[in-house]
DNA sequence: ACCTGTCAAGTCTGG
DNA sequence: CCAGACTTGACAGGT
């Protein structure tokens, strides 16, 4: 089994290359000249894009081909105060220029939305809200050219007193959404509400891929095992992704997981500098036989920094080859 | 140069 | 029923 991996958005590693700068609504509606201040947004949105493409080079000079980018790379957009600013029209190029590469060394790539879309809600102004946000999400991914294995992964949502209810308004409310929406969509267990195996149930039901969160598995289940799930995960994904020429016979978008760590003494939910590798490895020794290829996306504070350390505590470990600097082999 | 408080969002809990 | 906690990176304003 071939297991890549990758991090979120920001580098510990380059500095002063932030995705995510932006300005405070507050800020934005005390400047005088609206025109001016959209402007400056949109300077702002040019430099994360910029820093993002930074950031892609410095990925591929270290083999890290999988990567999410910031859901903050345009600053305010969605606010109500920039009601009307289509801030696509001058950003093209830059989104473009973000794409090009991510084609050219053939890069996986994803947001995360904010968990501030909620498709199990019971209100209308947050559904409304979160297509809103997914179409943007959508439409940046669309701007840098990239098809639907450029995937937006989202969680279920709330379960407001009574999870029935809220998974069938999830169903309802996820196939109303456009479907160059839906084919991006990957639904993620969470770490209180709707566990890997309810999750799971629902990514059958609206045909949907699953990112597999292991440590939000930890914190959220019913005693089942993270591996008794996986040969249904496993099928979720079979098909996802668009072949490409490229693809070569692998599968041309792996089932993709996420990894990180409790942080010590705080809430077990809170996510730790670094990533345990031992927990890890074990998960990936049971379920290697049936898994070609995998995708692992670490959420841990210390990003691109906890993922060469990764590297370097798997491989010292029994049965793990090391292919490249940010991929092993099993 | 550094420190502290504030900002955004939605859900859930405590009072 | 409302206020505060939760989370996160970065702004904003102070020293």
Not at 154 to 168: C, L, M, N, P, T
Not at 190 to 213: Q, S, W
Not at 258 to 274: F, I, M, N, Q, T
Request: charged content about 25%.
């Amino acid at each position: 089994m071939i297991v890549r991996f990758g991090y979120v958005a920001m580098s510990t590693v380059v500095s002063q290359a932030s995705p995510s700068k932006t300005m405070t609504a507050t800020s934005f509606a005390k400047l005088e000249d609206r025109e001016a201040a959209i402007r400056k947004l949109e300077r702002i949105a040019a430099e994360n894009l910029h820093n993002t493409l930074r950031l892609l080079r410095h990925n591929r000079a270290s083999d890290i081909h999988l990567y999410r980018f910031s859901s903050k790379l345009i600053p305010l957009v969605g606010h109500e105060l920039l009601a009307g600013w289509d801030p696509f029209a001058a950003l093209s190029e830059p989104f473009a220029q973000v794409g090009e590469y991510v084609r050219l060394h053939r890069m996986r790539t994803s947001f995360h939305p904010d968990h501030f879309t909620v498709l199990s809600t019971p209100r209308r102004d947050v559904l409304d809200n979160s297509a809103a946000d997914l179409g943007r999400h959508h439409a940046m991914l669309t701007a840098m050219g990239l098809n639907r294995n450029a995937k937006c992964n989202i969680h279920v949502g709330g379960s407001y007193g009574d999870k029935q209810a809220a998974g069938e308004r999830f169903i309802r409310h996820f196939l109303a959404l456009p479907w160059e929406v839906r084919e991006r969509i990957t639904l993620e267990n969470d770490d209180k509400t709707f566990t890997a195996a309810e999750t799971l149930a629902l990514c059958e039901e609206v045909g949907t891929p699953m990112v597999l969160d292991l440590h939000h598995h930890a914190v959220n289940n019913d005693g089942e095992s993270a591996v008794s799930l996986w040969p249904r995960i496993l099928r979720t994904w079979e098909n996802a992704g668009m072949d490409e020429p490229e693809s070569l016979g692998l599968p041309a978008l792996p089932p993709k997981i996420h990894v990180s760590s409790p942080r010590e003494g705080k809430d077990v939910r809170a996510h730790a500098d670094y990533v345990e590798a031992g927990p890890l490895l074990e998960f990936l020794r049971e379920i290697a036989p049936d898994t070609p290829a995998l995708d692992v996306m670490l959420e841990a504070k210390m990003k691109d920094g906890a993922l060469f350390r990764l590297m370097e505590d798997l491989a010292e470990m029994q049965g793990v080859r090391q292919v490249d600097q940010a991929s092993v082999e099993l």
